[in-house]
């Protein structure tokens, strides 16, 4: 008997062994088959080819995996549409985290409330629509990241997201959210974005620490941390909207009434001495009205005079404009951003211009119809901060009174157009649009400076990214973003000027902006027409190619070689330190630091990591290098250039994992150098 117990135990204890062995087999072929049938649910998905059963899931694009066990899907810049079948998705044996950024996917939020377990949720710039339900987070208790920016979701902000209790990151700018700011449970954000909505009322004191910008372009919004503060009706909270309206009314209603009788007391009061005067000494009256005639006519002549006097010194004198810094409080540590005020002084009292002209000033007009106009007054006395200043001027970031943040360069070097032409050609800049091109804003035009607006970047340059205090590890899938971005925001420039040699003129990596997402913005484009030519060829970036030091003229080309060399500092990670030299020496010098690549260690480790993409990213580098031919004859077109980087791919090709830097021959390019 004893012995068949044993027997029994051994059975149960080989069978329990068995389970653990084959449980995890069979959920990732659970696994396989519930992401075959959640593609089959969406559109456009020729980026998906690779999701086959034949191979681990773990390989396919998108999919997030840790220990080799599914996590996450990371469907991101794939041009996908359809339907997000959260049923299916709900099957999956883990999921942490979902983003499908930069897609076509529109139409309601789908219910990620299903998704209990989910951590992060990144659904932005898609064309997602209407309101969310109150009820759109309950349950998911884990959640910490949610990013939902650039969508067109309208109504109010969920509560049930205001109460969250772990949320770190919030980002629901560039929708229609309207209404007041619930509560947030949490107060303490790495990322907190609610800009460009319509959201009104008071900002909840738990936000009041918030950085401003992060309530920009909500123009009924007060409080802190803005700098407008709120009057006792403009203090709703979001539980009793409805109450605060009606008592909003019924004040108004009593005010009106109550200035609709003192008004009628006072008419009714100065009748009444009126015709008390009037009944004492009529005559008097009289005669006090005939002596004030001649005082009056000559105190209008006085006036005109002074007024006729001020327009011809104002006609006679040319106002210049210029802007001070005044240092604010700086911190005992050091001083790594100087605080400013803008201020404008002209040779006269009030330069500048005081007329229309879109926007305040008849010389400050604004390009672009999508975005918030306000004076030239308000903008050069508002709150600043230095981010830098350069061989071109100094650059700004400026908070205006209603909470927009907007980036001011200020240019001295900027008269080879004259003011129509100038004009002409910055609205011709305001019409671009394109999602890898920064748009300008407004301009203002002065005799000896002038100032471009633009559109605060949140996440800096990529240069500060790659050498400066900003410094990460960028991942290889994030540098092929930017590269593509780059490469796809040139390309629409090339397209937008084909009259122009150099469509950009001036690219390098501290003129490439990264948003939230690490979408890269082209700057400073097209200022080769408008800057003075000496001071073109001494600083911009175009004038340091081998063609425009060997002939003073730059060629078709040379916005490629630009691109190439930001495809190679971006694969090396080295700084093109001859880059930002003066004159004509830097090209040779520069030539000597494109051989340097050649010989040295070539991929940046930072960027390599665990990724299994170096055969990749060795094609990208035969790109870059291919758009810095010495030769302009040899070097690539922008087209070529285009589509090849568009060819290159996150992740290496099963065929071609084998294949290493060492099999590529680099003596031609040596030789051609």
């Known amino acids: 008997m004893a012995h068949e117990r044993k027997h029994y135990c051994f059975i149960f ?12 087999l069979s959920r990732a072929d659970n696994d396989t088959q519930i992401l075959l049938r959640f593609k089959n649910s969406l559109s456009d998905a020729g980026a998906l080819q690779n999701w086959d059963e034949s191979i681990n ?9 840790k220990d080799d066990k599914l996590h996450g899907l990371k469907l991101e810049n794939m041009g996908l549409s359809g339907t997000i079948d959260i049923d299916i998705l709900s099957e999956l044996s ?7 950024i930069n897609n076509n996917f529109e139409g309601p939020m789908p219910e990620f409330k299903k998704l209990e377990r989910l951590r992060g949720l990144f659904l932005s710039n898609n064309k997602f629509s209407g309101q969310i339900h109150d009820d759109a987070f309950v349950g998911m208790r884990r959640l910490k990241r949610v990013f939902l920016a650039e969508n067109e979701f309208s109504g109010h902000i969920p509560s049930s997201l205001a109460q969250l209790p772990r949320l770190l990151d919030v980002d ?8 007041t700011i619930p509560e947030f449970e949490n107060s303490d954000f790495r990322v907190f974005d609610l800009s460009n909505n319509q959201l009104e009322g008071s900002i909840p004191k738990s936000l009041s620490n918030v950085d401003p910008s992060a309530f920009a372009g909500n123009k009924r919004l007060c409080g802190k941390p803005l700098s407008n503060p709120c009057s006792n009706n403009e203090q709703p909270t979001p539980q009793n909207d409805n109450k605060t309206n009606k008592h909003r009314t019924l004040i108004i209603i009593i005010i009106i009434v109550v200035i609709v009788v003192i008004l009628v007391l006072i008419l009714a009061l100065f009748i009444i001495i009126k015709r008390r005067r009037k009944a004492k000494n009529p005559n008097q009256l009289v005669e006090a009205a005939n002596a004030s005639k001649p005082q009056s006519s000559v105190a209008v002549s006085s006036d005109e005079a002074k007024m006729a006097t001020s327009m011809e010194a104002r006609a006679s004198i040319e106002p210049s404009i210029s802007i001070e810094t005044k240092s604010i409080d700086v911190a005992a540590t050091e001083a790594e951003a100087a605080t ?7 040779v006269e009292d009030g330069g500048g211009g005081h007329g229309g002209g879109g926007g305040g000033g008849e010389d400050f007009n604004f390009v672009r119809e999508d975005r918030e106009v306000f004076d030239l007054q308000y903008l050069l006395r508002a709150s600043a901060e230095v981010l830098g200043s350069g061989s071109f001027g100094s650059t700004y970031k400026a908070m205006i009174h209603s909470g927009q943040v907007v980036v001011v360069k200020r240019f001295k070097n900027m008269n080879k157009l004259g003011k129509q032409e100038f004009f002409e050609h910055m609205r011709r800049l305001g019409r671009l649009t394109h999602p890898n091109v920064l748009p300008l804003v407004a301009f203002y035009y002065g005799k000896e400076e002038k100032l471009l607006v633009y559109d605060f970047v949140q996440n800096g340059s990529l240069a500060s990214h790659l050498h400066g205090k900003r410094s990460l590890a960028l991942d290889w899938p994030t540098r092929l973003k930017i590269i593509k971005g780059v490469a796809r925001g040139l390309a629409y420039l090339y397209k937008e000027f084909p009259d122009q ?5 001036h690219l390098k990596s501290s003129n490439v902006l990264l948003d939230h997402a690490y979408k890269p913005l082209l700057t400073e484009y097209q200022l080769v027409p408008a800057i003075n030519k000496s001071h073109a060829q001494q600083f911009m970036a175009a004038f340091k190619s081998p063609e425009a030091s060997q002939h003073d003229s730059p060629g078709d080309k040379t916005d490629v070689w630009c691109l190439g060399i930001l495809i190679l500092e971006l694969l090396t990670g080295r700084f093109p330190a001859d880059y930002v030299r ?6 040779e010098e520069l030539e000597t630091w494109v051989k340097s690549i050649v010989s040295g260690e070539v991929i940046d480790k930072d960027m390599v990591g665990g990724s299994n993409g170096q055969g990749e990213m060795l094609k990208m580098l035969r790109v870059g290098m291919g758009c810095c031919e010495w030769n302009e004859g040899s070097r690539l077109e922008w087209k070529e250039a285009l589509a090849m980087i568009e060819e290159v791919k996150e992740k290496d090709n099963m065929e ?3 294949s290493g830097f060492s099999e590529w021959d680099l003596s031609f390019y040596s030789e051609t150098l």
């Not at 080989?14 to 084959?22: A, D, M, N, P, R």
């Not at 883990?94 to 499908?100: A, R």
């Not at 040699?501 to 003129?505: D, M, S, V």
């Open 582 to 587: 003066h004159g004509k020496g830097a090209s």
């Open 501 to 505: 040699k150099l469509p950009h003129g």
């Open 13 to 24: 204890f080989f069978l329990f062994l068995l389970s653990i062995v084959f449980a995890p």
């Open 172 to 179: 629901l700018h560039g929708n229609r959210f309207d209404g």
């Open 57 to 65: 899931i773990c390989s396919w694009t998108g999919l997030l995996c």
């Open 94 to 100: 883990i999921l942490n985290s979902f983003s499908v």
């Open 340 to 346: 400013a005020l803008l201020s404008i002084q002209s």
């Open 656 to 658: 071609d994992e084998s």
